[in-house]
């Protein structure tokens, strides 16, 4: 019934930019809050943005503040990760989900629907 793709990773240089889309349903982008995680090589899924249902409230995480930015086109029925001044740290293969919470978790395991991830590489 639900299902999240997601696209817009590749190979960027340091200090790049990259914006990632996630594309699903129509009711599960216009009716749920949504989140970014990621996860990197041996590592365990984190958090790195939530949006609410309406994108009035957004959250990020420490290590990514100010650097990217989440967003969402209901009409598009799409979410976007702007992610700017990148970092080889940031190399990890990101995830949208969908949240039954109205704004949102840090949690992954407060999400109910993935996307198979998109991977993002950046290179020094």
């Known amino acids: 019934q639900v299902q999240l793709v997601e696209s817009g990773g590749g190979l960027v240089q340091a200090g790049g930019s990259l914006t990632l889309s996630c594309v699903a349903s129509?009711?599960?982008?216009?009716?749920?809050?949504m989140g970014w995680f990621r996860q990197g090589p041996g590592l365990e899924r984190e958090f790195v943005a939530r949006?609410?249902?309406?994108?009035?409230?957004?959250g990020y995480a420490d290590s990514v503040k100010g650097r990217f930015t989440i967003s969402r086109d209901n009409a598009k029925n799409t979410i976007y990760l702007q992610m700017n001044s990148l970092k080889p740290e940031d190399t990890a293969v990101y995830y949208c989900?969908?949240?039954?919470?109205?704004?949102?978790?840090?949690?992954?395991?407060?999400?109910?629907?993935w996307g198979q991830g998109t991977q993002v590489t950046v290179s020094s």
């Open positions: 949006i609410s249902r309406t994108g009035g409230s957004t």
């Open positions: 989900a969908r949240s039954p919470f109205p704004y949102g978790t840090t949690a992954y395991s407060d999400y109910d629907h």
């Open positions: 129509v009711r599960t982008v216009s009716s749920y809050a």
